[in-house]
T-cell receptor
Framework: SQQGEEDPQALSIQEGENATMNCSYK?????LQWYRQNSGRGLVHLIL?????REKHSGRLRVTLDTSKKSSSLLITASRAADTASYFC????????FGTGTSLTVIP | NAGVTQTPKFRVLKTGQSMTLLCAQD?????MYWYRQDPGMGLRLIHY???????AKGEVPDGYNVSRLKKQNFLLGLESAAPSQTSVYFC???????????FGPGTRLLVL
């Protein structure tokens, strides 16, 4: 079964709003990563957070990790139409698992 | 610096035919991976390699074989294609196992 599950499956927001997506996983991890996939393209790495970190920032991205709850969240602030894509979490432990993804649509 | 490239971009096979997907990376990465992506399933790891000449099974290895004869290349083979193998296949590589992966553009495979 999938290690990571994203929530929500789909999200539609207006440009300028913040977008939050969540990821839950099942087993212990070394790190958790977030990737973006534009339609018909390969995945692009966004950010990596290690198991001993609680929060990380990169530009308009903010990632949190709660290992006690086995969950992570990705916040995109001041969203843009170009942020429209699918976002996947990926956990790295004994093996590497991707979640099922959140489809984000940012309406101009 | 091309990153990760995949050949071919699109292929149609008949059930029972065989084919090889080629992945190449020019970043001198030790680790390479093959995934398949199906609607609503996310990416699932098929096989991976931790270095030239070594491969290991991932989450869904059945029906696939791989080879890593050269560090920069990772081949995925389908010996007898089945309709269940219709999918988009992605190759990725990383410098450190389990850390940032760099993806190719994908190969769309349709098995009739």
């Amino acid at each position: 079964s999938q290690q990571g599950e994203e929530d929500p499956q789909a999200l539609s927001i207006q440009e300028g709003e913040n977008a939050t997506m969540n990821c839950s996983y099942k087993t212990s991890i070394n790190n958790l990563q977030w990737y973006r996939q534009n339609s018909g393209r390969g995945l692009v790495h966004l950010i990596l957070i290690r198991s001993n970190e609680r929060e990380k920032h990169s530009g308009r991205l903010r990632v949190t990790l709660d290992t006690s709850k086995k969950s992570s969240s990705l916040l995109i602030t001041a969203s843009r139409a170009a942020d429209t894509a699918s976002y996947f979490c990926a956990t790295s432990g004994n093996q590497f698992y991707f979640g099922t993804g959140t489809s984000l649509t940012v309406i101009p | 610096n091309a990153g990760v490239t995949q050949t071919p971009k699109f292929r149609v096979l008949k059930t029972g035919q065989s084919m090889t997907l080629l992945c190449a990376q020019d970043m001198n990465h030790e680790y390479m991976y093959w995934y398949r992506q199906d609607p609503g399933m996310g990416l699932r790891l098929i096989h991976y390699s931790v270095g030239e000449g070594t491969t290991a099974k991932g989450e869904v290895p059945d029906g696939y074989n791989v080879s890593r004869l050269k560090k920069q290349n990772f081949l995925l083979g389908l010996e007898s294609a089945a309709p269940s193998q219709t999918s988009v296949y992605f190759c990725a590589s990383s410098y450190v196992v389990g850390e940032t992966q760099y993806f190719g553009p994908g190969t769309r495979l349709l098995v009739l």
